[in-house]
């Protein structure tokens, strides 16, 4: 899956309240992050 989320100049709020939004929704998902599934280096 991609995801593209582009705001106005000088607006880049949006942008993060956006891929917050989705970022907590595909946590609630997936039962966690998807960082914490990543192994150690």
Known sequence: MGL???????ADDQV???AGAVEKALAQQWGG???DQAVAL
């Open 33 to 35: 992050l998807l960082l």
């Open 4 to 10: 593209q989320v582009m705001a106005p100049v000088m």
């Open 16 to 18: 993060y309240r956006v």
